[in-house]
Structures are given as structure tokens and as C-alpha cells.
Nanobody, 117 residues
Framework: QVQLVESGGGLGQPGGSLRLACTTS????????MGWYRQAPGKQRELVAQ???????NYPDSVKGRFTISRDNPKNTVYLQMNSLKPEDTAAYYC???????????WGQGTQVTVSS
């Protein structure tokens, strides 16, 4: 059974930092592109960071230069380092995996990030 478990969410201060982790099990982690998405109340879920099997990364302009995604294949874990936090970063953050063939996709249950002073 594939599981993706996010951790590290919570309350962050504007200008501060948080680090999210997504630990996976039941899948061949190195064969999956990993992504972080977020969804704020009343808004659509959006991609915030993606890292491929080879380590190539992709970010939307809204987080570029502030967020960094990384992966640790031996630990089956993907991270999202969030710096220079803004109130508009407040959302539920979800981890997603997509197999290299595109045949399989899995989501975590999400972790809440709230940025407020």
C-alpha cells in the first residue's frame, strides 16, 4: 500500500521559514516525479514545486527564489524549504508522486501552513 505522509506544517511568521517533509512508503521512490501543491480556501489546488527523477526542479513565479524542493532517495523523502514566507502562502500543502510512466499518481493527506504575525 502506497502512503505519502506530510509533516512540518504549522504557524510561520511573515519573513520566516518552514520546512515540510513528505515521507513515502510502498513505492519505488526513485521512479517517481515528486511535487508539492497547495490549496487555499476557495481556491484551486496549485503546483508550488516539482522535482524529477534526475533532480530537475520547477517552480511557479509566485514562489521562485523563496521555496526549494529537494529529494533524498535513500530516505524515500521529499522536502520543501519555504523561506521569506508571506501571508498569501497560507494553505494546505499536499505532496504528490507520479510514476515515470505516468500510470500511477498518489497524494498525501496534506499539512496546514499558516503565515501570520
Amino acid at each position: 500500500q502506497v502512503q505519502l505522509v506530510e509533516s512540518g506544517g504549522g504557524l510561520g511568521q511573515p519573513g520566516g521559514s518552514l520546512r515540510l517533509a513528505c515521507t513515502t512508503s510502498g513505492m519505488s521512490f526513485s521512479l517517481y516525479t515528486m511535487g508539492w501543491y497547495r490549496q487555499a480556501p476557495g481556491k484551486q489546488r496549485e503546483l508550488v514545486a516539482q522535482i524529477t527523477l534526475s533532480g530537475a526542479t520547477n517552480y511557479p513565479d509566485s514562489v521562485k527564489g523563496r521555496f526549494t524542493i529537494s529529494r533524498d532517495n535513500p530516505k524515500n523523502t521529499v522536502y520543501l524549504q519555504m523561506n521569506s514566507l508571506k501571508p498569501e502562502d497560507t494553505a494546505a500543502y499536499y505532496c504528490k508522486s507520479r510514476h515515470v510512466t505516468g500510470r500511477f499518481e498518489y497524494w498525501g493527506q496534506g499539512t496546514q501552513v499558516t503565515v501570520s504575525s
